[in-house]
């Protein structure tokens, strides 16, 4: 695989023209559930399946459309605080931030999706190894996917899949319960004129499916598990990226802390902050840019093939077939784009002329770029947006050990235990010194 770093290539390798198809990278993440590959949008490599897949229901996934959930996302808000003011605000007790934000991402998901959580939220643990089974196989795949021949031994290795086979996947069957509960009550609401309320992805799902009979049988469930194993453990990174690198630059918390205060006072903000609200602060904007920019959360490079005829890349010529890739870690460290200090959190760094800001927009690679751009970014952007000023006004986070301000991995290997310890006390905000009370 050739490693290209310069930004500018971003259109000729992840544009519409020629498309550059995913390289075998993308086998390796074909996600299996009972021994049997799920074709997903994500990794697919065919390119007429991506397109009865994406096609059918992009338009839901627009933001004039995602916005219609922002009741969804309050909802869940609401109950991620109530958890946490019910174990650890003022209490002196250690939270695993990692942890929760990653139970508030897939809850959230699961609402959006669903109109019901998942349920990590009220357990306050990893229901079924959810967690635990996306990082081991993570850590266990990023290798194979670099060595795509080792598949042979890993994926699709009979022995693997026949055991696997047994031991069902819970993403998959959590969906395919909602799906099964939701077409029953579609079949009662018939039979009886009631008219359904729900507008979460998955009504609108099968509105779709009912619609256009050309839509594959497996469409629902690709759509389905999609949202939520795409959705949740990158949305959860990038909010730990953001919370983590604010509280480790105690000036860049202030300054954000002033423009949200700012903005409250002058009547700007609701105390769950909307989506409107928040695309009027642009230190906030600024932040989430530079996490998104220094942590990416998706690591790997997104390959691509060289189509047919070949093609000029940094003034080289690649023939057909090569394997090429801007990884998103690389390209976010170009001096030229980002300037000299590529390395470090500086958020005023978009607070610039607006040719500028728009060239290292158009070289952040964090939702991808293109043709495969990721589907769900405006889903992460309402939660991310919301969430982020709403808690930084509700509670003060600090480390649970300020001498040792690092997130750690234990047991990298074998389990899952992936610690960003905090204590959370409420924020006194308003003038009669009670702190802010989001939920009744
Ligand atoms: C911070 C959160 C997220 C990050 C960093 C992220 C990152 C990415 C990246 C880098 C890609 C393209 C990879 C490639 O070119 O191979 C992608 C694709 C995709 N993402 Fe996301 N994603 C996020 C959230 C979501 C959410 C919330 C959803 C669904 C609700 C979602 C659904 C998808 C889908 C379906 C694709 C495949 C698109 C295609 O191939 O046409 N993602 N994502």
Same mark, same amino acid.
């Given at each position: 695989? $050739? *490693?290209?770093?310069?930004?500018?290539? #971003?259109?000729?390798?992840? =544009?519409?023209?020629? #498309?550059?198809?995913?390289?075998?990278?993308?086998?390796?993440?074909?996600?299996?559930?009972?021994?049997?590959?799920?074709?997903?949008?994500?990794? @697919?490599?065919?390119?007429?399946? &991506? &397109?009865?897949? !994406?096609?059918?229901? *992009? @338009?839901?996934? =627009?933001?004039?459309? $995602?916005?219609?959930?922002?009741?969804?996302?309050?909802?869940?808000?609401?109950?991620?605080?109530?958890?946490?003011?019910?174990?650890?605000?003022?209490?002196?007790?250690?939270?695993?931030?990692?942890?929760?934000?990653?139970?508030?991402?897939?809850?959230?998901?699961?609402? $959006? @999706?669903?109109?019901?959580?998942?349920?990590? /939220?009220?357990?306050?643990?990893? #229901?079924?190894?959810?967690?635990?089974?996306?990082?081991?196989?993570?850590?266990?795949?990023?290798?194979?996917?670099?060595?795509?021949?080792?598949?042979?031994?890993?994926?699709?290795?009979?022995?693997?899949?026949?055991?696997?086979?047994?031991?069902?996947?819970?993403?998959?069957?959590?969906?395919?319960?909602?799906?099964?509960? %939701?077409?029953?009550?579609?079949?009662?609401?018939?039979?009886?004129?009631?008219?359904?309320?729900?507008?979460?992805? /998955?009504?609108?799902?099968?509105?779709?499916?009912?619609?256009?009979?050309?839509?594959?049988?497996?469409? /629902?469930?690709?759509?389905?598990?999609?949202?939520?194993?795409?959705?949740?453990?990158?949305?959860?990174?990038?909010?730990?990226? #953001?919370?983590?690198?604010?509280?480790?630059?105690?000036?860049?918390?202030?300054?954000?802390?002033?423009?949200?205060?700012?903005?409250?006072?002058? =009547?700007?903000? *609701?105390?769950?902050?909307?989506?409107?609200?928040?695309?009027?602060?642009?230190?906030?904007?600024?932040?989430?840019?530079?996490?998104?920019?220094? &942590?990416?959360?998706?690591?790997?490079?997104?390959?691509? +093939?060289?189509?047919?005829?070949?093609?000029?890349?940094?003034?080289? %010529?690649?023939?057909?077939?090569?394997? $090429?890739?801007?990884?998103?870690?690389?390209?976010?460290?170009?001096?030229?784009?980002?300037?000299?200090?590529?390395?470090?959190?500086?958020?005023?760094?978009? /607070?610039?002329?607006?040719?500028?800001?728009? %060239?290292?927009?158009?070289?952040?690679?964090?939702?991808?770029?293109?043709? !495969? +751009?990721?589907?769900?970014?405006?889903?992460?952007?309402?939660?991310?947006?919301?969430?982020?000023?709403?808690?930084?006004?509700?509670?003060?986070?600090?480390?649970?050990?300020?001498?040792?301000?690092?997130?750690? +991995?234990?047991?990298?290997?074998?389990?899952?235990?992936?610690?960003?310890?905090?204590?959370? !006390?409420?924020?006194?905000?308003?003038?009669?010194?009670?702190?802010?009370?989001?939920?009744?």
């Amino acid at each position: 695989m $050739v *490693s290209i770093s310069d930004p500018a290539e #971003i259109p000729t390798i992840y =544009g519409f023209n020629p #498309i550059f198809q995913k390289s075998d990278f993308y086998h390796v993440l074909l996600f299996y559930a009972k021994g049997k590959p799920v074709p997903t949008i994500f990794a @697919t490599q065919n390119d007429n399946l &991506h &397109h009865a897949l !994406r096609k059918p229901i *992009s @338009t839901i996934y =627009g933001m004039s459309k $995602v916005v219609s959930f922002e009741p969804q996302v309050n909802s869940t808000m609401e109950y991620f605080f109530k958890r946490l003011d019910d174990v650890f605000a003022d209490k002196d007790q250690v939270c695993n931030f990692a942890f929760w934000l990653q139970a508030f991402a897939f809850d959230v998901i699961g609402e $959006v @999706t669903f109109s019901k959580r998942i349920g990590f /939220l009220k357990k306050g643990e990893d #229901i079924d190894g959810i967690m635990g089974s996306i990082w081991k196989y993570f850590t266990a795949t990023s290798p194979v996917s670099q060595m795509p021949w080792l598949d042979l031994v890993w994926t699709k290795n009979p022995i693997k899949q026949r055991l696997s086979r047994a031991k069902p996947n819970p993403i998959v069957n959590f969906a395919a319960a909602r799906v099964e509960e %939701r077409q029953t009550r579609m079949k009662k609401a018939l039979s009886s004129n009631e008219v359904l309320e729900k507008r979460d992805f /998955l009504s609108q799902f099968l509105e779709i499916t009912q619609r256009d009979e050309q839509i594959p049988p497996f469409a /629902l469930a690709a759509w389905t598990v999609s949202n939520v194993t795409a959705g949740s453990d990158t949305t959860a990174i990038l909010l730990r990226s #953001i919370f983590y690198n604010l509280m480790r630059h105690p000036k860049s918390m202030r300054c954000l802390l002033d423009e949200l205060d700012a903005a409250a006072r002058n =009547g700007r903000l *609701s105390q769950l902050v909307t989506w409107k609200e928040s695309r009027g602060l642009p230190y906030l904007d600024a932040c989430i840019k530079e996490a998104a920019r220094l &942590h990416p959360p998706f690591a790997l490079p997104f390959e691509r +093939v060289v189509p047919s005829g070949g093609a000029t890349i940094c003034g080289r %010529r690649f023939q057909a077939g090569t394997v $090429v890739a801007i990884p998103a870690w690389v390209a976010h460290r170009d001096v030229d784009t980002f300037g000299k200090d590529p390395d470090e959190w500086r958020p005023e760094r978009w /607070l610039c002329e607006e040719t500028r800001r728009r %060239r290292m927009e158009n070289a952040l690679l964090t939702f991808g770029a293109g043709h !495969r +751009v990721c589907l769900g970014k405006n889903v992460s952007y309402l939660e991310i947006y919301k969430l982020v000023p709403t808690m930084l006004r509700k509670y003060e986070i600090s480390f649970a050990e300020p001498a040792r301000p690092e997130w750690t +991995v234990k047991n990298r290997w074998l389990a899952h235990q992936f610690n960003f310890n905090v204590k959370l !006390r409420q924020r006194v905000v308003d003038q009669d010194q009670t702190p802010l009370d989001l939920y009744d």
